[in-house]
């Protein structure tokens, strides 16, 4: 989910450009309650290509030695599920293959 989507998942304001080559996709967002992002190393994100009625998954590598453009929030503290990691997760231009 991310801020201002809730469960909406359509609503989400999340946008992946197109390269003027063709080749890759930049991402800029945020999402919000992401189970096991403390770590993961490979994620599925939904994003809106530039101004397309609909999302679109893409898959996205994490590597904290070379972040591309993706920052964790701090973990949640949550009331149970503890052994869960949850964060947010920014994503500022990052690259990511056509």
């Known amino acids: 989910t991310e801020p201002s989507a809730g469960s909406d998942a359509n609503s989400g304001k999340t946008k992946a450009v ?15 309650w992401i189970s096991n992002a403390g770590f993961c190393n490979l994620m599925i994100v939904f994003a ?8 679109t998954g893409f898959i996205v590598e994490y590597d904290p030695e070379n972040p591309n453009g993706i920052t964790m929030g701090e973990e949640e503290h949550k009331l149970g599920i503890r052994a ?3 964060r947010q997760v920014f994503f500022n231009d990052t690259v990511v293959p056509a």
């Open 18 to 32: 197109l390269s003027e080559d063709g080749k890759s996709y930049k991402i800029t967002g945020q999402k919000m």
């Open 48 to 55: 809106r290509i530039e101004d397309d009625k609909y999302i």
């Open 84 to 86: 869960s990691s949850t």
